[in-house]
């Protein structure tokens, strides 16, 4: 039986954020794993996508976009919701979820009446980023967990004169007792264990 199409929720309201612009709360307290809204918007290509917006101020770090899959792109700035008001935190409440080429948000752990709600957008770096890119996408989350930045993969300017020390000490070690450093990476967009997929932001249009 097809979902029903999330278009408002009594879970929620919009109204001004701290973080930025609008953004959206909880109209009452909000049980862990819950549905609360579907992301809607004009369903377009990538290649709409830039055509639409290819006048568009790169120093202008807000988006509607969202990517769906390979094809297919969400934006919300043309028919969206609700949904397209939730700002993002590195260290959010809720996750973005593809399932059957539709995005929800759902809640990861209790959102209380009042709660700001926020997920992580994960914006995709690009090769031909500019050097102030962090800056432009930069992260006002206020979360002690802040990286600074929505992009993904995390390179906070802050950070990185820590990381290349730590790096030259792991080569050292790893050299001397004559192993490999282990290395890790996260998957974009990759499947949960509900076999569902988890999306990111794509850039980019303002979105006040």
């Not at 609360?36 to 917006?53: F, K, P, Q």
């Not at 700002?87 to 948000?105: K, L, P, Q, Y």
């Not at 957008?121 to 600074?148: M, Q």
């Amino acid at each position: 039986m097809p979902i029903p199409v999330m278009r408002t929720s009594a879970w929620i309201n919009v109204r001004n954020s701290r973080i930025h612009g609008k953004g959206v709360f909880a109209a009452k307290r909000i049980p862990k794993g819950t549905r609360v809204i579907e992301y809607l918007g004009d369903r377009i290509s990538h290649a709409e996508a830039d055509a639409r917006y290819d006048g568009h101020d790169p120093n202008d770090n807000h988006t509607f976009l969202f990517i769906v899959d390979k094809k297919t792109v969400i934006d919300a700035g043309v028919g969206g919701n609700g949904a397209r008001f939730i700002n993002h935190s590195c260290d959010g409440n809720c996750e973005s979820v593809i399932e059957d080429r539709r995005v929800f948000i759902e809640t990861t752990r209790v959102v209380e009446k009042g709660e700001e709600l926020g997920y992580d957008y994960e914006i995709g770096r690009e090769k031909d980023d500019p050097p102030n890119v962090d800056e432009i996408f930069a992260c006002r989350c206020g979360s002690p967990k802040c990286r600074g930045t929505m992009l993904w993969p995390a390179k906070d300017p802050r950070k990185k004169k820590k990381a290349k020390k730590k790096a030259k000490t792991r080569v050292k070690t790893s050299a001397k007792n004559k192993t490999t450093p282990r290395v890790t990476s996260r998957a974009k967009a990759g499947a949960d264990t509900q076999g569902r997929s988890t999306g990111s932001r794509r850039r980019t249009v303002s979105r006040r």
